[in-house]
């Protein structure tokens, strides 16, 4: 049996269950890792250990009492930065929030408390979740779990990390740009991108905005289904989250919590390396080229197409800068010196934009997500690599060129994620082996329109069928060598944050 801290959550539930471990044993596991190997990464950046204590102690009183507080009872849990939790600091990587200790927990953080989860730490972020790369003025840069002198990507790289390290069985993440798919792909982990309004948010600026959505994070499908069927819910202040009064569609847990195998050979595959526009390096498509050969003669049929996203980088640079400009824009005009690169820059650029800028941004989004219906007409999956690139150093903020080619944007390298952000469709990024760097690979699953369940059990079937190749497996980092690494704080640049 592997450590406890390596087990997946949904056998812990059921060891909980059965009285074979306890809440605290289990959580004196985590911080054990904790404490071996964060010191190398840098993924948890926060920790509550007496509060976590208290509340195992009252998960195992309850358990001995013959009690079930719901889904998560017992297990702990680790929640990215830039999410609210109730007594514990939460500075989204931000000095003007260095010392924020929230009140109450956010939404998504209150139903997984609600289902009986140990909410013990917080995880590493960017500024604001601003970009693809996890560094920030207040607690530095997380480093890669299989190299840390690498990027674990962003902005939920402290959440992938500290999963790949056995650090929590489950911890959450957010996505914009990919924030939560990009650092699964890095760490050799799962994270998935539900449908917009599936996890109600009461936090957005843009409350009709789909770009933004909180998800969760697992070593494998089946826990990532546990927690998301706990996150699904309906809440009244998110209008993404609307359903018909008194028929709370989206908390039948049921529905989400253990995805069915999928019947692959029914299914019609797409893929695409690039979706026509995403700078993706040539060692990654010759990965992902690999990786299709594999999984191709699980399917019906397999063809290379995409659906038609001409525009999209304009698109979401506009939309984006529209929400930073919401968000910031006061910050920025009051104290611009409290804010760091990335956030100036996209205040900066929301700012030379006009109304008509955002009517064509706006067109343009609901265009391809229209051509994302068309598409899947015709197919019923579609695939890609997660991120454009292999990991580089985490002291490049972002990557200025892929194969010589400059980039447009700090972000434009997420262009693989964002792809799919502007319909809203739901992606998961799942591990399959790793890169030509000997780095994790990741595969983006993107389904149709409402496919989350799809999503999961295609993914959960993936995994399934390449459990037993070392090849194509997920893969492991060296957990002895990172208890011995030097502290990834003493690194030149660690806190640098231009």
């Not at 929301?350 to 265009?367: N, P």
């Not at 997500?369 to 997660?386: G, H, K, M």
């Not at 994790?440 to 037993?468: K, M």
């Amino acid at each position: 049996m592997p450590e406890l801290c390596d087990t997946d959550a949904v056998e812990l539930r059921r060891l909980l269950a059965a009285r074979a471990i306890s809440p605290v044993e289990l959580l004196d596991a985590c911080l054990s890792r904790i404490t071996t190997t964060n010191a190398a990464v840098n993924a948890v950046v926060t920790l509550d250990e007496a509060g976590a204590r208290a509340a195992a102690n009252e998960a195992e009183a309850a358990i001995l009492r013959g009690e079930d507080r719901g889904a998560l009872h017992g297990l702990p849990v680790l929640i990215k930065d830039t999410q609210d939790t109730a007594g514990m600091r939460s500075t989204y990587g931000s000095p003007v929030l260095r010392d924020h200790v929230p009140v109450a927990d956010q939404g998504s953080v209150a139903r997984l408390r609600a289902a009986g989860a140990i909410i013990f730490g917080k995880t590493n972020t960017p500024e604001w979740a601003a970009g693809g790369n996890t560094r920030n003025p207040v607690f530095g840069a997380t480093g890669n779990p299989f190299e840390p002198s690498r990027s674990a990507a962003g902005s939920s790289g402290g959440s992938a990390v500290a999963l790949a390290c056995g650090m929590a069985p489950l911890a959450s993440g957010s996505d914009t740009g990919g924030s939560l798919r990009n650092p699964a792909g890095y760490a050799g982990i799962v994270g998935m991108r539900p449908s917009y309004g599936l996890i109600a948010s009461e936090k957005r600026a843009f409350g009709w905005s789909n770009l933004s959505t909180d998800g969760p994070m697992a070593r494998n499908v089946a826990d990532t289904a546990l927690m998301l069927s706990v996150m699904a819910s309906d809440d009244a202040r998110d209008p993404l989250a609307y359903t018909l009064p008194s028929e709370p569609v989206r908390a039948r847990a049921e529905r989400w919590a253990a995805p069915r195998p999928a019947k692959l050979g029914k299914l019609r595959l797409a893929f695409t390396e690039d979706f026509g526009f995403a700078p993706t390096e040539q060692a990654i498509r010759r990965v992902f080229r690999d990786r299709v050969a594999r999984l191709a003669p699980l399917f019906a049929e397999c063809r290379e197409a995409t659906p038609d996203c001409t525009g999209a980088d304009d698109a979401f640079a506009v939309l984006r800068a529209g929400l930073f400009l919401a968000m910031h824009g006061k910050n920025y005009k009051e104290r611009p010196e409290m804010l760091g690169p990335n956030v100036r820059a996209n205040v900066e650029e929301g700012l030379t934009y006009s109304l008509e800028d955002h009517v064509r941004a706006a067109t343009t989004q609901t265009r391809i997500y229209r051509a994302y219906q068309s598409f899947f007409e015709n197919c019923d999956v579609l695939i890609s690599p997660t991120i454009t690139l292999s990991p580089r150093p985490w002291s490049e903020l972002y990557p200025a060129e892929i194969d010589g080619v400059p980039t447009k944007s700090y972000f434009h390298w997420l262009a693989l994620a964002y792809a799919v952000t502007l319909p809203g469709h739901p992606a998961i990024s799942i591990p399959l082996g790793r890169d030509e760097a000997g780095l994790p690979f990741g595969l983006q699953i993107v389904g149709p329109r409402g496919g989350d369940a799809i999503v999961l059990s295609v993914a959960a079937s993936l995994e399934a069928a390449f459990a037993g190749d070392p090849q194509m497996c997920r893969p492991v980092p060296d957990l002895a060598k990172l208890a011995t690494a030097p502290p990834l704080s003493s690194t030149p640049g660690f806190l640098t944050w231009e």
